[in-house]
C-alpha cells in the first residue's frame, strides 16, 4: 500500500498563490507516475497535473501557465505551485499516485484532500 498526505491549502485573494505539498510513503515502488486532481462543488473531479517519475508532465489546459508540478524522487514528494489564482480554482485538492497515470488509468493510490479556496 501506498499513503499519501497533502498540506499546503487554505483561503487566497484572486491573483495569489498557493504551494501545495504531497508527502508518499509505504510501498514506494509501486509509484511512478503523481500527480494532483481537484473536485469542486457539484463537479466531477478532475486531473490538474501529472508527473512521471522521469519528470514528463501534463497539465489541464485551464491551469498551464499558472500552475507547475514538481517531484522530489529521493523525498518522495510532489509539489504543485498554483499561481494566479482564480475562482474557478476554488475546490478539494487530491495528491494522486499510481504505477500508470493516464486518461484510460486513474490513479490507484489517494491522499485525503485539501481545500483550496480563492476569493474574488
Known amino acids: 500500500q501506498v499513503q499519501l498526505m497533502e498540506s499546503g491549502g487554505g483561503l487566497v485573494q484572486a491573483g495569489g498563490s498557493l504551494r501545495l505539498s504531497c508527502a508518499a510513503s509505504?510501498?514506494?515502488?509501486?509509484?511512478?507516475?503523481m500527480g494532483w486532481y481537484r473536485q469542486a462543488p457539484g463537479k466531477q473531479r478532475e486531473a490538474v497535473a501529472t508527473?512521471?517519475?522521469?519528470?514528463?508532465?501534463n497539465y489541464a489546459d485551464s491551469v498551464k501557465g499558472r500552475f507547475t508540478i514538481s517531484r522530489d524522487n529521493a523525498k518522495k514528494t510532489v509539489d504543485l505551485q498554483m499561481n494566479s489564482l482564480k475562482s474557478e480554482d476554488t475546490a478539494v485538492y487530491y495528491c494522486?499516485?499510481?504505477?500508470?497515470?493516464?486518461?484510460?488509468?486513474?490513479?490507484?493510490?489517494w491522499g485525503q484532500g485539501t481545500q483550496v479556496t480563492v476569493s474574488s
Open positions: 494522486a499516485a499510481g504505477l500508470i497515470i493516464s486518461q484510460s488509468t486513474p490513479p490507484r493510490y
Open positions: 509505504g510501498n514506494i515502488f509501486l509509484v511512478n507516475h
Open positions: 508527473i512521471s517519475n522521469s519528470g514528463n508532465t
